[in-house]
Nanobody, 124 residues
């Protein structure tokens, strides 16, 4: 079992930055691909970014490309999401997830373990 705990969310003005962290316990993250998803009120959970277990490959949703960066420190069992140039549309609960599948088409079902989420609110 892998337990994931997100942190770093909060309230920020449009144009600002936040860095989310996802700390894992129970198992090392060395063999897991990691992802960030988000869910806004009344909307479905959507993909934000993912990173391969080696850290050599990453993917981003078009809506965050060029503004968000996913990274990982396996020795620290932690994954990060650096979010810059934040917009009100980025307001959501952000979830960290771990899985062993890497498919071309990204689906939340590829991730077996999920954190509880951290709220990000961007004011205009």
């Amino acid at each position: 079992q892998v337990q994931l705990v997100e942190s770093g969310g909060g309230l920020v003005q449009a144009g600002g930055s936040l860095r989310l962290s996802c700390a894992a316990s129970g198992r090392t993250l060395d063999n897991y691909h990691m992802g960030w998803f988000r869910q806004a009120p009344g909307k479905e959970r959507e993909f934000v970014a993912r990173i391969s277990w080696t850290g050599s490959i990453s993917d981003y949703a078009d809506s965050v490309k060029g503004r968000f960066t996913i990274s990982r420190e396996n020795r620290m069992n932690t994954v990060y999401l650096q979010m810059n140039s934040l917009k009100p549309d980025d307001t959501a609960v952000y979830y960290c997830a771990a899985g062993i599948r890497w498919d071309a088409k990204i689906d939340p079902r590829q991730f077996a373990y999920w954190g509880q989420g951290t709220q990000v609110t961007v004011s205009s």
